[in-house]
């Protein structure tokens, strides 16, 4: 059964018609959300040719490996993004439905410009959630920058098309490894669009306009969700695609300058929300690394850990600055956000018992085995993570001299909702989960070990699926 | 020489998207990029004295011109014109929050 079509077109469906009914609109988003999830369960892998058009004439949509974790990954933090948030939805039940099309067209489609139309459904969405956060300006220059990075990406496509004749990924692929043709700037303007959403130096000027004033439902969906796929998307390109050695060199160090800056900034900023988008950023270089590095799998770790960390980080914060922006002492009313909070930092850190440590951990085995510069950097990058994110733990948890405890009166007020404590904690356990029990990872992703000789195999799978 | 054209349509739009302090010529901008790109990809499927795509029988596929880049064009058409709309909303909130459309005055505030 083609239920991967369903996963796309049936959001779709609803945002349609969630525009005719004027009350009750959340009804139709957590509709389609359960729905989602459950076609999660029967989905299986393979290649589904949309329209009964033969390779390469057809659109296909493209479940091997990779996209299924995707699309695992994607719909579940949606889910759990939803439920934690739901106070917030509001008027954007629609918008939000039509970017859970277009996260799930992203990591599943295997057509170069069903990929950019689903770019475009999801920036879109993204578009009108962040004017939720009032800060316009913000919102436009993200349009501006995003349009033309788009627009870019476009431009790259027509251009492959014109020397190849196809759209569908695999045949592109195939057709560029056989011809000698220079692919160089067509593969420029690609990594370049995509760069965009990836929040990658230097096109990443839009993220602190929209991420500083976000709320808990806007900075989920943007770094947790939207960012995921992205980051599926550019290992998908830098891995099957991109394979001119000049474009590489110049994406790896795109990445170690947005690694270091981005935590840098991290380390430099003092709200809460500027921490945690910084850390987005150095997140993203850190992905692009090991995915042009050929460590696939230790980069699927590190996006899984960074999405359900930074979700759980997000909503949590906007909680802590809901009332005043000073957010000391927060979690010392909120026991229980403290502690989901406080797991989903060491986990992004790295330490062991959590998920993170096994994606640093994996990163660096990775890393050695090709030089040494990357994993010190990694190593010294991790430092300043670590004391940024230690440091906004010990604000958050501690009072300190001059703070005052809140009154009963002002708890009343704060009262967090139990749906977000219940699904941010869950989250953390499996955070827990999975550092206790690494191997439910490698079992669902690779069906052997997690030690690097796999990924050659898992390398080729990849390919072959495409 | 319509490949040049549509180049330099993208070139200004970017120019023009630098170079502007006011928000609503940005949008302009902004379109006159889409537009030249559009036309780029238009002329990629150009074929001289090329006709419709449609078989009857008579005619052989060495004389159509390529239908795909037009059927992009006009989903491109759309999301620009999908972007248009949204960015031109942004704008007014933009100048009933400020009072202004110039970046370098909002920028004071």
Not at chain 1, 330 to 347: D, P, R
């Amino acid at each position: 059964m083609k239920y991967s079509v369903i996963l796309i077109a049936l959001p779709l469906l609803l945002a349609f018609l969630s525009m005719f009914i004027k009350k009750g609109k959340e009804n139709l988003l957590y509709l389609g959300m359960l729905i989602n999830v459950m076609l999660l369960f029967v989905l299986e892998q393979g290649t589904y040719l949309i329209g009964g058009f033969e390779r390469p004439f057809g659109i296909t949509l493209v479940i091997d490996q990779y996209s299924y974790i995707a699309v695992l990954l994607v719909n579940l933090l949606f889910f759990f993004s939803i439920i934690s948030n739901y106070k917030q939805i509001g008027k954007h039940s629609t918008v939000l439905l039509t970017l859970l099309a277009g996260v799930n067209g992203l990591v599943m489609t295997g057509d170069l410009f069903n990929l950019f139309v689903f770019l475009e459904i999801t920036t879109i969405s993204a578009y009108i959630l962040t004017t939720s956060n009032k800060n316009y300006v913000g919102t436009f220059n993200y349009i501006i920058v995003s349009a033309v990075g788009s627009s870019l990406y476009l431009l790259g496509v027509i251009m492959l098309y014109a020397g190849y004749g196809t759209l569908d990924f695999r045949t592109m692929t195939e057709a560029i490894s056989e011809s000698n043709m220079s692919v160089m700037l067509p593969m420029l303007f690609i990594f370049a669009g995509l760069s965009v959403e990836a929040k990658l130096l230097p096109f990443n000027g839009w993220v602190k306009g929209v991420f500083s004033k976000a709320n808990g439902l806007v900075g989920t969906m943007l770094a947790s969700i939207i960012a995921t796929a992205m980051l599926f998307v550019m290992g998908r390109m830098l891995n099957v695609l991109i394979t001119d050695s000049l474009i590489m060199d110049l994406a790896l160090t795109i990445g170690i300058i947005t690694l270091v800056l981005g935590e840098l900034s991290a380390y430099n900023s003092k709200s809460i929300k500027d921490v945690l988008l910084y850390s987005s950023i150095g997140q993203s270089g850190l992905v692009t690394i090991l995915m042009i590095s050929g460590l696939i799998f230790p980069a699927i770790i590190v996006i899984i850990n960074n999405g359900i960390a930074k979700l759980i980080m997000f909503t949590i914060a906007d909680e802590a600055t809901k009332e005043k922006d000073d957010f000391k002492g927060f979690f010392s009313n909120h026991q229980l956000m403290g502690i989901a909070f406080t797991v989903a930092s060491f986990s992004l850190i790295g330490l062991p018992l959590f998920m993170g440590f096994y994606a640093k951990l994996n990163s660096l085995i990775g890393l050695f085995e090709m030089n040494l510069l990357l994993p010190a950097l990694l190593l010294l990058v991790t430092i300043v993570e670590g004391a940024y994110l230690i440091r906004l733990n010990i604000k958050l948890w501690y009072l300190g001299e001059e703070g005052t405890a809140t009154t009963e009166i002002e708890k009343a007020s704060q009262k967090p909702s139990l749906s977000m404590i219940v699904a941010t904690l869950v989250l953390a356990a499996s955070l827990i989960a999975v550092g206790l029990m690494p191997e439910v990872l490698g079992d669902s992703i690779t069906d052997k070990s997690l030690l690097n000789e796999k990924q050659i195999e898992y390398m080729t799978d990849l390919k072959g699926g495409m | 020489m319509i490949n040049l054209a549509a180049i330099v349509l993208m070139l200004l739009g970017l120019y023009a998207l630098l170079t502007t302090k006011h928000i609503i010529k940005m949008v302009v901008g902004l379109n006159v990029f889409e537009v030249g790109l559009n036309l780029f990809v238009i002329t990629i499927g150009f074929n001289k004295d090329g006709i419709a795509p449609i078989l009857t029988g008579s005619n052989s596929i060495k004389d159509f011109v390529d239908p795909l880049p037009q059927a992009i064009v006009l989903t491109a058409i759309v999301i620009g014109f999908g972007i248009t709309a949204v960015a031109l909303m942004v704008a007014r909130k933009i100048h009933e929050q400020y009072g202004t459309y110039d970046i370098n005055e909002i920028g004071g505030k």
